[in-house]
C-alpha cells in the first residue's frame, strides 16, 4: 500500500471516529440528568410535569436539559437564576413533549428582560404593554420573555394565562412560514378545516361575550391559537368541560395522550 492509500485511509478512519464521537456526544447532552436543585424546582412550580407518571417525567427532564444545553437564554438587565431556566426549558418542552424528535430550529437564544417593554424592545416609559416576542427581522431566531411575567405564569395557579407557553406555541405556529394559528407541522391535513371552522366559532363567541377565553385570543387566528393553547395547558379539566369539542382538537394538535 503506497503513502497516498495509507494517508486516504487514515483521513476516512479519523472522519469515521470523529463521526461517532460527535452522535456520542449529542446523545449524551440529549440524555443527561437535570441537575437535583432544577428537579426540584421543577416538581414545586411546573404542574404540568407533576401530572406526568414516573416514565414521562424522567423523558421530560431529559428534554428541558437537551433544551437547556441548545438555546442560550441571556439577561438583560436582569440576573437568569436557576428557576428562570427551569421554567423556559418547561415552556419550550410542554407544547411539543408530544414529539419526541422535535426541535426548535427556528430559536437560538431566549432573551429575559426584567419586566414589559414595548414593541421597540424598550423597558422604560410607561407604555411597555408585551410580556412577550418572537422575533422577526434582525431579531429572528430570538424570543423575549419578561421575567415577571415568566414567574407569574407558574405562580399562578387558577388563572389560563402562560406568556412563556404562549410565545412558544407561537414559535410552533411559525415553524411552517405562517404565524397564522394553522400549525401545519402539527396539525394532520384532515383536522385544518374544523380547526378553522372551531377558531372563528369561538372567536365570535368571545367577541359576543359569551366565552371565557381570554379576549387577547379574539385578535387573530393566531393569537387565538396561543391563548387557548395557555388554556389548555394550564387548566386542561377546566377546558375540557367547558369547550370539549376544543379540548379534543388540541389534544389531537398536540398529541397529549401520554407519548
Excluded: C
Excluded at 56 to 72: K, M
Excluded at 109 to 129: C, H, I, K, M, S
Excluded at 158 to 174: G, Q, R, S, Y
Aim: aromatic share 12%; proline share 5%.
Amino acid at each position: 500500500m503506497n503513502n497516498l492509500a495509507l494517508f486516504f485511509l487514515f483521513a476516512a478512519i479519523l472522519l469515521l471516529l470523529l463521526f461517532l464521537f460527535s452522535r456520542k456526544n449529542k446523545k449524551d447532552k440529549l440524555f443527561a440528568d437535570l441537575p437535583d436543585a432544577y428537579l426540584r424546582l421543577l416538581k414545586e412550580n411546573v404542574a404540568y410535569y407533576n401530572r406526568l407518571s414516573e416514565p414521562a417525567r424522567i423523558r421530560f427532564e431529559q428534554r428541558v436539559q437537551h433544551f437547556l444545553s441548545s438555546v442560550r437564554i441571556t439577561g438583560v438587565n436582569t440576573t437568569v437564576e436557576d428557576l428562570d431556566r427551569v421554567l423556559i426549558g418547561a415552556s419550550a418542552i410542554i407544547p411539543i413533549f408530544g414529539f419526541p424528535d422535535w426541535e426548535y430550529i427556528n430559536l437560538h437564544e431566549v432573551l429575559l428582560y426584567p419586566e414589559t417593554f414595548n414593541e421597540a424592545f424598550e423597558q422604560t416609559g410607561n407604555q411597555r404593554p408585551v410580556m412577550g416576542m418572537v422575533g422577526s427581522g434582525p431579531m429572528n431566531h430570538i424570543m423575549i420573555l419578561s421575567k415577571h411575567a415568566l414567574r407569574d405564569g407558574f405562580e399562578n395557579k387558577t388563572d389560563k394565562n402562560n406568556t412563556a407557553i404562549h410565545e412558544f406555541v407561537h414559535l410552533i405556529d411559525k415553524t411552517d412560514g405562517d404565524t397564522d394559528g394553522i400549525p401545519e407541522v402539527l396539525l394532520q391535513h384532515r383536522y385544518v378545516l374544523p380547526w378553522v371552522n372551531m377558531i372563528h366559532k369561538n372567536i365570535q363567541d368571545i367577541l359576543k361575550n359569551e366565552s371565557d377565553i381570554d379576549p387577547y385570543g379574539a385578535s387573530s387566528q393566531a393569537e387565538f391559537f396561543a391563548v387557548v393553547s395557555e388554556y389548555f395547558f394550564e387548566r386542561p379539566d377546566l377546558l375540557q368541560r367547558k369547550h370539549p369539542e376544543l379540548y379534543e382538537m388540541l389534544e389531537q394538535i398536540f398529541r397529549q395522550g401520554e407519548p
